[in-house]
């Protein structure tokens, strides 16, 4: 499974469409009340669309009022209704962004229900108890929960063991085990116990529990401007306040024109605010906050919750991946891949007594050993019980297993343990198994050497094996610059050889909390930013100090809280698909910014010739579109630029195409698809509207 | 044609040519490596730290060191106006000129500290030789010195690490001026006095006429009297340190300035010479050549079609002209100089508005209009391509990392420019330097078109008028100091209005620089790898070209539209 979490996360992405009736529906009725000025002052840009559609429409009554105002009334009304449709275009945007989050708030608020809680006096199943409302439930209290209970709040398990229904927060039905003590002692509100019973402390407040907390996140609640996106904020401020400036002082200089010419009339005010809200960057001021909110809604839809937009967006910076070997780079455990037997011993034979001596051996070792010898030589395993046989399990002190059957001492064991025992025995260990053993030791593999009595029958090899497809995933890392580390208990020569085999670009092997500590800040003082994720409570320290911090959701509180994202799947192959996420954040505000301002050549195209072609009629020359009118250049610039918003609404809800590339090749592409395409798409777009808008008789 | 695209190709190898080996001396210069040329200067350089007690090794951070720069600029603005007012009763006055009219006086002590080097007043009839060489000389060398101090400290930011050092100010004055501009003038002055360019202390020699005539008053005149002066040491630091003030009226035009091809060969080359040159010295501070020679690259990317353009429109004929019935073969002749023609006056036009020198060879105000065109949009992007010495490479580094940080969004990582994150105060400072030079530009331009005494001193009306005001807004507010001609400017409103353009243009960039500096240094370096956009390839260097023009395409095509290109389609 873990293998293909993946391809699992895409299609989890997919799995809301992107217009849904009932999200829609609530989006056109929000991004009505968006129309609140402090609301819209969050936002420079479409504040300043705000104010024009505002003017315009005064402009409008004016004319309406007067008789000869600064146009013509249907002119000035028509312009100041698509000045208004670009704000609510933009409000729309906002608007669907945040409904997606809010459907997905709403499912998880159904889990949120207040319940009887039992809480007990001390942290012991058999204290007394009493039924109180989970509300009233504090930090440090002692819960019972059993068997078909809801659990009243987060908390650690200090007693028990259950299996647990996660479904409510993960959307995976198949129950997970939860115990007390080690890394799986975490619980979360709302999640249901299906058997057994566990005494929880509460380690939330109501309000504050991972729900609650996930709620705020999704719907926007606690939303703040991430780094990236106040620069931007700042430097498109500052491009309205130039084009501000270019369109305001076009009044003096027009008017300076017509006393030259003597031709024509000054500019009209209403020309201006439709120059000035075509050229200032508003397909990129109104999906900015979109942006950012589908961005979210994105690593949700993957099952991870980051604790903040700037989570998201480091993600996408991190150049550095600390990985954990055991569950990420590798499968669980070592599986027995190859039977190497002593000359003179035939290869079947070991393998039947290799299956011997792990008959009784519940490691996954023991039963990877069995299932090779099954279905390497069809053999089959019997219950050692039936076979009259002793068990021999595995101690500390032998570190050897197997079974004593009719007189025969079947074993396995490390090497130095086994040579022991044969020796007492009056054998010694053949130099080819000794070769054997040396050879798998240097391949990172674990060898255990198989014998009966004095006689040493050959070695079994046990593998970690690197999941499918990691190593091509590492390799698209590396070719978008982002290195990969592998942490691992193993001494060095086993970590070197399973590094190799992973492709991944360095390791830490004997790794301790400490030393993983002391990696990533050796690496952030070189200026690299590092993700790692972590589930246990001695990962936490490694967690807080590093940039992007996934803890698995099975993990521990303490590991929860250090970490910056939850994964709900508990799938530590997604730190990959994360730092995905977070770069196409990022890439699509800036391709929309390039497309934005881009646009603005085409629009000078169309205006300038409109608004100057009484007072100098060769400007017309400049009319390279052929507009029919100065009234249809204008209206059709306008309409253009508020419904591009429309348009490119599913393209910064979903995020702009991400394939894994080096930065070069990413910029030429979207350097040619938004910055090429964003100055030649508004010539066609506003001719086929001028076109439209001349058939409907507007002149 | 293909004379004028040699003598264009000349030119530009000949200013790389010199570039890279000054590029190279000027980055020892900066690092303490310069080790004879220490010897040669090292003596004079601490005696002059011991007698204004400068510690040379003190670091300055950001604030300190735009301390230092204002309160050395004022004192020179304040020097500058003060001895203007008080000419008359000081030596060095042969002509004996009045003490200059407050108004000019503080227009041109602005105009000399900023490195503007527009000119309110008359050379040879208003300023005597203490003020051209007390005020004017010593303003044309430490204005320029300081522009390069403050790229020095913008380089220090980006190489720094964790640190709020950006060196130290009086340091980087002394040794740019004494090892750097010092010399090269030298040389040059030399130069151009082995050419007749004329160095002198008498005011004037006074020659018979070959063909007497009568004045308006009608009495005869027999005698000319021709101005002299030390010009050729100012002439060689106006031309090097992009300042552009020249000793005559007349600037370059004058035949005591620039007397024939070859001097103004060399004059046009030292126009960006120091520019192009810092390109390189920038590369070498940064430890990779590559940055520097991509950021020239950039230049020249609008630079070379924007020299197409003018040379090619100055050697048509003007229509105009035409239908009057002149010759139009040889180009347009209009207000140029016999000795130099069109493609020199062209070339020339384009280096010193590319390069915010200002001075003239040529009267740009009657050029055809896209030759007029190219000049007055190069001053309007800003004065980076080449620029003035220091400020033009400052200028060109904060539009690389506007592009650096698009383009950064764009490949789905926090913008990055030689390892350091460009973040939300990087823009602020940058949109502020990119804001308040085009907003001075273009609110000036607004308020001189809507008043008469905006309207009343201009030369001609309708567009083209516009395009002079436009001009002269430009200029001022971009440092530059070129005048298209055509509009009198020593009057009271031009002269206050223009000065504030060139302090909002000169300060209101230094200090965000300065700040972007500080905010640089104290950063991590990030270290490159494969997800790190270059910033020295083709495409990165497009991308640099392509927002410059983008941006002052956007933010000037309005009222160029009213001018130049209304004037260029009127005239088919």
Request: net charge neutral.
């Amino acid at each position: 499974m873990p293998a293909t979490a993946h391809s699992h996360s895409r299609q989890e992405i997919s799995a809301r469409p992107l217009f849904e009736a009932k999200i829609v529906n609530r989006a056109l009725v929000q991004a009505l009340l968006a129309f609140n000025p402090r609301r819209l002052l969050k936002n420079p840009v479409m504040f300043v669309v705000a104010v024009g559609s505002a003017f315009t429409t005064a402009l409008w009554i004016h004319a309406l009022v007067t008789g000869k105002g600064d146009a013509s009334p249907g002119f000035i009304l028509a312009v100041s209704l698509w000045l208004w449709f670009t704000v609510y275009f933009a409000n729309f945007a906002e608007a669907m962004a945040e409904g997606r989050g809010k459907a997905q708030a709403d499912t998880l608020r159904a889990a949120r229900k207040d319940v009887m809680a039992k809480k007990l006096a001390s942290a012991d199943r058999h204290a007394k108890s009493e039924q109180i409302v989970s509300a009233q439930l504090r930090k440090g209290d002692f819960v019972l929960v059993e068997a078909g209970e809801l659990l009243p709040a987060d908390g650690e398990i200090v007693q028990g063991v259950a299996s647990v229904d996660e479904s409510a927060i993960t959307g995976e039905s198949a129950p997970v085990i939860r115990e007390s003590g080690g890394d799986r002692s975490a619980v979360t509100g709302g999640t249901r116990v299906l058997s057994d019973w566990i005494v929880v402390r509460v380690t939330a407040n109501p309000g504050e529990t991972f729900l609650d907390r996930m709620i705020a996140m999704v719907e926007g609640a606690k939303r703040q401007k991430t780094p990236n996106e106040i620069a931007l904020d700042i430097l498109l401020a500052g491009l309205t306040i130039v084009f501000l400036l270019a369109t305001a002082t076009l009044l003096p200089f027009s008017q300076y024109a017509v006393n030259a010419t003597h031709l024509g009339q000054p500019v009209s005010l209403t020309v201006l605010v439709a120059l000035l809200v075509c050229l200032i960057p508003t397909t990129i001021g109104g999906l900015l906050a979109a942006i950012g909110i589908a961005g979210m809604d994105r690593m949700i839809q993957a099952n991870v919750i980051a604790t903040s937009g700037r989570a998201v967006e480091a993600a996408g910076d991190v150049d550095v991946l600390l990985l954990d070997k055991t569950g990420t780079i590798t499968l669980g455990n070592r599986q027995a891949t190859l039977f190497v037997p002593a000359p003179g011993v035939a290869e079947k034979e070991l393998a039947e007594l290799a299956m011997l001596s792990s008959l009784a051996d519940e490691t996954p070792e023991g039963r990877s050993i069995v299932l090779l010898a099954e279905q390497k030589f069809q053999l089959k395993a019997l219950d050692p019980a039936t076979l009259g046989a002793t068990i021999v399990p595995f101690t500390a002190q032998t570190r050897m297993s197997g079974l004593d059957i009719q007189g025969r001492e079947v074993r396995k064991g490390a090497t130095d343990s086994v040579a022991k025992f044969v020796t007492e025995r009056g054998g010694t260990i053949p130099a080819g198994v000794r070769e054997a053993v040396d050879q798998i030791a240097r391949q990172g593999a674990t060898p255990l050497v198989v014998v009966e009595g004095a006689r040493v029958l050959g070695v079994v090899c046990l593998k970690d094996i690197v999941k499918g497809g990691i190593r091509e995933r590492f390799a698209e890392m590396r070719r978008i610059g982002i290195r990969t580390v592998m942490i691992t208990g193993d001494n060095p020569l086993t970590a070197a050889a399973i590094a190799a085999e992973a492709g991944v670009d360095d390791f830490l092997a004997e790794a301790t909390p400490e030393a993983k500590l002391a990696m990533i800040r050796e690496w952030q003082a070189k200026g690299h930013l590092v993700a790692m994720t972590g589930d246990g409570t001695n990962d936490a320290p490694a967690l807080a100090q590093a940039d992007v911090a996934v803890a698995m959701n099975s993990g521990t509180q303490a590991a929860k809280e250090a970490g910056n994202m939850v994964d709900l799947d508990s799938n530590p192959t997604k730190l990959l698909s994360i730092v995905e996420i977070g770069k196409q954040m990022l890439m699509t505000r800036g391709s929309l910014t390039t497309f934005s301002i881009a646009n603005d050549i085409a629009k000078y195209f169309a205006i300038i010739p409109a608004a100057f072609a009484a007072t100098y009629p060769v400007l017309g020359t400049l009319n390279v579109m052929r507009l029919h009118s100065p009234t249809t250049a204008i209206l059709s610039a306008v309409i253009f630029n508020a419904l591009i918003i429309v348009a490119l609404i599913p393209l910064a809800l979903r995020g702009v195409a991400y394939r894994p590339a080096p930065a070069s090749v990413l910029l030429r592409r979207n350097l040619l698809v938004y910055g090429l395409g964003g100055v030649i798409a508004p010539f066609p777009g506003i001719k086929a509207i001028d076109l439209l808008l001349t058939a409907m008789g507007v002149s | 044609m293909t004379s004028a695209i040699l003598e264009c190709a000349v030119f530009l190898l000949l200013v790389i040519g010199l570039a890279w080996p000054l590029g190279a001396y000027m980055a020892r210069v900066y690092t303490g490596q310069s080790k004879w040329a220490d010897r040669i200067f090292g003596p004079i350089e601490r005696l002059i730290y011991k007698v204004c007690g400068v510690q040379a090794g003190a670091q300055m951070n950001w604030k300190q060191y735009a301390g230092a720069v204002l309160v050395f600029n004022l004192l020179g603005l304040i020097v500058v106006h003060v001895l203007q007012r008080v000419q008359l009763w000081l030596p060095l006055n042969p002509a004996g000129l009045g003490n200059v009219p407050p108004e000019v006086s503080w227009n041109t002590a602005v105009s000399f500290a900023s490195n503007t080097n527009w000119q309110a007043y008359g050379g040879e009839t208003t300023l005597s030789h203490l003020t051209q060489m007390l005020a004017l000389t010593t303003q044309n060398f430490v204005s320029a010195a300081t522009g390069m101090a403050v790229l020095v400290a913008l380089i220090r930011g980006l190489t720094g690490r964790l640190t709020t050092d950006l060196g130290n100010f009086w340091v980087d004055l002394t040794r740019t001026t004494l090892h750097i501009l010092l010399p090269l003038s030298f040389i040059l002055a030399l130069l151009l006095v082995s050419q007749g360019v004329v160095q002198t202390f008498l005011a004037s020699v006074t020659v018979p006429l070959l063909e007497p005539t009568t004045g308006a008053d009608g009495k005869s005149i027999v005698e000319q009297v021709i101005a002299l002066g030390p010009a050729a040491s100012q002439v060689a630091i106006k031309q090097l340190g992009t300042n552009g003030g020249g000793f005559f009226n007349v600037n370059s035009a004058h035949p005591f300035e620039n007397p024939n091809a070859f001097a103004n060969l060399l004059e046009v080359v030292s126009i960006i010479l120091i520019p192009a040159a810092l390109c390189f010295t920038f590369g070498r501070m940064v430890g990779a050549q590559k940055q520097g020679v991509a950021l020239l690259v950039a230049m020249l990317l609008i630079f070379v079609p924007l020299l197409a353009l003018t040379v090619a429109s100055e050697n048509q004929a003007n229509p105009a002209l035409t239908a009057l019935g002149v010759d139009g073969t040889m180009g347009n002749w209009e207000g140029k100089e016999l000795r130099f023609g069109p493609t020199s006056s062209a070339i020339w036009a384009v280096t010193t508005t590319a390069a915010s020198n200002g001075s003239v060879n040529a009267m740009h105000d009657s050029f055809m209009p896209l030759g007029g065109l190219g000049p007055m949009w190069l001053m309007q992007l800003g004065e980076i391509i080449f620029g003035g010495t220091g400020s033009g490479l400052y200028g060109m580094l904060v539009y690389a990392f506007i592009a650096v940080f698009v383009a950064g969004l764009m490949v789905g990582r926090t913008p990055e420019y030689l390892g350091k994150k460009i973040e939300a105060f990087e823009m602020k400072m940058a949109s502020l330097v990119i804001l308040l030079p085009s907003a001075a530009v273009l609110i000036g331009t607004a308020i001189a078109c809507s008043i008469p005494a905006g309207t009343g001193p201009l030369g001609n009306p309708g567009a083209h008028g516009f395009s002079e005001i436009l001009y002269a807004f430009s200029s001022g507010s971009n440092n530059n100091g070129s005048a298209f001609g055509g509009l009198t400017v020593n009057g009271m409103f031009y002269t206050t209005a223009i000065g504030i353009c060139m302090l909002i243009g000169r300060y209101w960039v230094i200090v965000p620089v300065l700040a972007l500096a500080g905010s640089l240094a104290k950063k991590k370096t990030v270290p490159p790898g494969a997800g790190t956009l270059p910033t020295h390839t083709p495409l990165f260097i497009a991308l640099v070209a392509g927002t410059i023009i983008l941006v002052g395409a956007l933010t000037f095509i309005p009222a160029l539209a009213l001018g130049p290109i209304v004037e260029h389609l009127a005239l088919r």
